[in-house]
């Protein structure tokens, strides 16, 4: 029978016992990955017994979920920022290009996302949680270059859809060679990103 999570009666004490768990949680999932961390060294790591955990979070495919809630919710205040920004859509999110750099070139950070992605391969569940949360993402970035101060907002679907694919697969793929190749540093990509990314925000010719 699966253990049920209880209700709280103080909001503030089961948030912070809910991030205690998470960083644990995410702490183990980098070291031993999400199969070979199981609830027993994520209370643990918390510090707290595994009864206690299911207090918060019935599964670790629970954990994983709000996981990536954190990871929306960090995405979208960025988004948020950008949305109110004074001044073009173009200049704004070129000068803010380097955030989402130092963020897919964290390699410590992004341990989990690629945890989560090999898990994804094997559980429908988390494939689906890792796919919403990357159309919630698609459907940010698609208000931006819609806003009344993008100089593409008149562009078809079909390109606008392009152009977030291609700009996220860029920045997804940061992960796989800062990993493969430990010396890249920021400067040096965003020497030929920034142009390519100015591309992509401009009106195709």
């Known amino acids: 029978m699966k253990p049920k999570t209880k209700r709280h009666t103080d909001?503030?004490?089961a948030e912070a016992r809910r991030n205690q768990v998470l960083t644990a949680a995410a702490d183990c999932f980098r070291r031993?990955?999400?199969?070979?961390?199981?609830?027993a060294e994520i209370s643990k790591t918390a510090g707290m017994s595994a009864g206690h955990i299911y207090n918060y979070f019935e599964s670790k495919e629970a954990i994983i979920e709000s996981i990536i809630e954190q990871d929306m919710?960090?995405?979208?205040?960025?988004?948020?920022?950008?949305?109110?920004?004074?001044?073009?859509?173009?200049?704004i999110l070129l000068d803010g290009l380097n955030v989402g750099v130092q963020r897919h070139m964290d390699t410590e950070a992004c341990a989990v996302d690629l945890e989560?992605?090999?898990?994804?391969?094997?559980?429908?569940?988390v494939a689906t949680l890792?796919?919403?949360?990357?159309?919630?993402?698609?459907?940010?970035?698609?208000?931006?270059?819609?806003?009344?101060r993008s100089i593409i907002k008149n562009a078809s679907?079909?390109?606008?859809?392009?152009?977030?694919n291609v700009i996220f697969s860029v920045m997804a793929g940061l992960l796989l060679r800062k990993t493969?190749?430990?010396?890249?540093t920021e400067e040096t990509v965003l020497v030929a990103l920034r142009p390519t990314i100015k591309t992509l925000l401009l009106p195709f010719e």
């Open 32 to 39: 031993k990955g999400f199969h070979g961390a199981g609830m």
């Open 11 to 13: 909001p503030a004490l």
């Open 180 to 184: 493969l190749y430990p010396e890249l």
């Open 157 to 164: 679907k079909v390109e606008l859809e392009s152009r977030i």
């Open 130 to 148: 890792l796919q919403d949360a990357d159309t919630q993402a698609r459907d940010r970035m698609w208000q931006l270059l819609t806003s009344e």
């Open 116 to 125: 989560m992605l090999a898990e994804a391969g094997r559980n429908n569940k």
């Open 73 to 91: 919710q960090e995405m979208f205040s960025i988004f948020q920022q950008f949305k109110e920004q004074p001044g073009d859509m173009l200049t």
